[in-house]
Nanobody, 128 residues
Framework: QVQLVESGGELVQAGGSLRLSCSAS????????MGWFRQAPGEEREFVAS????????IYADSVKGRFTISRDSAKNTDYLQMNSLKPEDTAVYYC?????????????????????WGQGTQVTVSS
């Protein structure tokens, strides 16, 4: 079992920045990848970014590329999602998720089905 706890979401003005945190506990040695997803009201959950087991390689959705960055503090078992130049369309509940599947180990996976463990979500609201 892996437990994930996100934090850092809040109300911010367009153009501003936020850093989300995702702390992992439990059987973290079984984790092959960490992903970030978001879900706006009435929308499906969509991929934002992910990184593989080493944390060295990351992939991003086109909508956030160049604005969002994943980083990792392995000593703290914590991943971060730095979000810059925020736009109102970034408003959503943001989730981190852990994958235990080896095929996601290089740079993560971009589909929710590949992530059996999820955090509770943190609300990000970007005002115009």
């Amino acid at each position: 079992q892996v437990q994930l706890v996100e934090s850092g979401g809040e109300l911010v003005q367009a153009g501003g920045s936020l850093r989300l945190s995702c702390s992992a506990s439990g059987r973290t040695s079984n984790m092959y990848a960490m992903g970030w997803f978001r879900q706006a009201p009435g929308e499906e959950r969509e991929f934002v970014a992910s990184t593989g087991r080493s944390g060295d390689i990351t992939i991003y959705a086109d909508s956030v590329k160049g604005r969002f960055t994943i980083s990792r503090d392995s000593a703290k078992n914590t991943d971060y999602l730095q979000m810059n130049s925020l736009k109102p369309e970034d408003t959503a509940v943001y989730y981190c998720a852990a994958s235990l599947y080896e095929h996601c180990s290089a740079y993560g996976c971009d589909h929710p089905v590949d992530y059996p463990y999820w955090g509770q979500g943190t609300q990000v609201t970007v005002s115009s």
